[in-house]
């Protein structure tokens, strides 16, 4: 049972690189999100899918970008770290759009910018 | 105004007692969904349960129950005789049905770092 499978587990990025956090799911949930957990808060949104080729943004959107071409995949793409995006990402899936449906969460995502 | 609140940074618990982590809620949603997670140390998001805005029962999982106070907008978690594997934080969250034509997603209150002391 693999649920939702992030990709790497930790990442140190100098200012100003790019890189793609990658994220899987084997549920076939139609619904993903990418959040983000600074230290000592809880999770903020930073873009959801509602299914293949339909992305939007979350609250915190600026600095990341998304794609979504299979259902399977929602990778989150960072263009130009910044210090500010030092944060553990978490991605999750969820089969519709409907108040009673729990998140799955993958791992996380820990990265850092120096 | 937050969506939600979680008004305990922390809590110390005595092993085999029972313990409540408040949360408070904010939504002019009629349908809704609150869930609490477990993040233990090692990181992960771990859900324990869900309470319906619909729901005419409180919601029970084991030794995890829910106290939802609908007039109140409060979700408090109980977790009965806690165990030391219990220490982690817990994130009270909402989920709205519509959420006012907005984002889909849970809205995560800060969390409440509970410790179990033997």
């Known amino acids: 049972n693999a649920g939702v499978t992030q990709t790497p587990k930790f990442r140190i990025l100098k200012i100003g690189q790019s890189m793609t956090l990658q994220c899987t799911q084997d549920?076939?949930?139609?619904?993903m999100y990418w959040y983000r957990q600074d230290p000592g808060m809880g999770l903020k949104l930073i873009y959801y899918?509602?299914?293949?080729?339909?992305?939007d943004k979350g609250e915190v959107p600026n600095g990341y970008n998304v794609s979504r071409s299979t259902t399977e995949d929602f990778p989150l793409r960072l263009e130009l770290a910044a210090p500010s995006q030092t944060s553990v990402y978490f991605c999750?899936?969820?089969?519709?759009?409907?108040?009673?449906?729990?998140?799955?969460f993958g791992d996380g995502t820990r990265l850092s910018i120096l | 105004a937050q969506k939600i609140t979680q008004t305990q940074p922390g809590m110390f618990v005595q092993e085999k007692e029972a313990v409540t982590l408040d949360c408070t809620y904010d939504?002019?949603?009629?349908?809704?969904?609150l869930f609490w997670y477990k993040q233990p140390s090692s990181g992960e998001m771990i859900f324990l349960i869900y309470?319906?805005?619909?729901?005419?029962q409180n919601a029970t999982e084991g030794r995890y129950s829910l106290n939802f106070q609908k007039a109140r907008k409060s979700a408090n978690l109980v977790i009965s005789a806690s165990q030391l594997g219990d220490s982690a934080m817990y994130f009270c969250a909402m989920r709205e049905t519509f959420s006012g034509g907005g984002a889909d997603g849970l809205t995560f209150g800060k969390g409440t770092h509970l410790i179990i002391q033997p």
């Open positions: 309470q319906g805005s619909y729901d005419q």
């Open positions: 549920m076939n949930h139609n619904y």
């Open positions: 939504t002019s949603d009629p349908s809704y969904g």
């Open positions: 899918s509602v299914g293949a080729g339909i992305t």
């Open positions: 999750a899936s969820s089969y519709i759009r409907a108040a009673n449906q729990p998140q799955h």
